[in-house]
């Protein structure tokens, strides 16, 4: 059975920085997307940023160059390092992972994905 629990979040002043984590246990497959998503009171989820089991990356345009996706395969562990946080950056935030076909560049639709975690919150004041 997959499972993933996000750890990390927190209260955190305009400017600072948090470390989100992701253990992932139970997923066999090899080729995978894993992704961090996120989610505002009354809002819709989006995906904030991917990593496929190459390494390579895609993030939203808004966190660019402030957010880093990065994975451990020793400890199944996903990480999401948030630098120059904004309130804008205020929500919910989740894990997911999927399987990977054809060797297709990892998407961030929500939809796509299969196995969530269960969310931690970040608030950005």
């Known amino acids: 059975h997959v499972q993933l629990v996000e750890s990390g979040g927190g209260p955190v002043q305009a400017g600072g920085s948090l470390r989100l984590s992701c253990v992932v246990s139970?997923?066999?497959?090899?080729?995978?997307?894993m992704g961090w998503f996120r989610q505002h009171p009354g809002k819709e989820r989006e995906g904030v940023a991917s990593i496929d089991n190459d390494g390579a990356t895609n993030y939203i345009d808004s966190v660019k160059s402030r957010f880093t996706i990065s994975k451990d395969n020793a400890k199944t562990t996903l990480y999401l390092q948030m630098n120059l946080l904004k309130p804008e950056d205020t929500a919910m935030y989740y894990c997911?992972?999927?399987?990977?076909?054809?060797?297709?560049?990892?998407?961030?639709?929500?939809?796509?994905?299969?196995?969530w975690g269960q969310g931690t919150q970040v608030t950005v004041s």
């Open positions: 139970g997923y066999t497959y090899s080729s995978i997307c």
């Open positions: 997911a992972i999927r399987r990977r076909y054809y060797g297709a560049r990892c998407s961030m639709k929500t939809w796509e994905y299969v196995d």
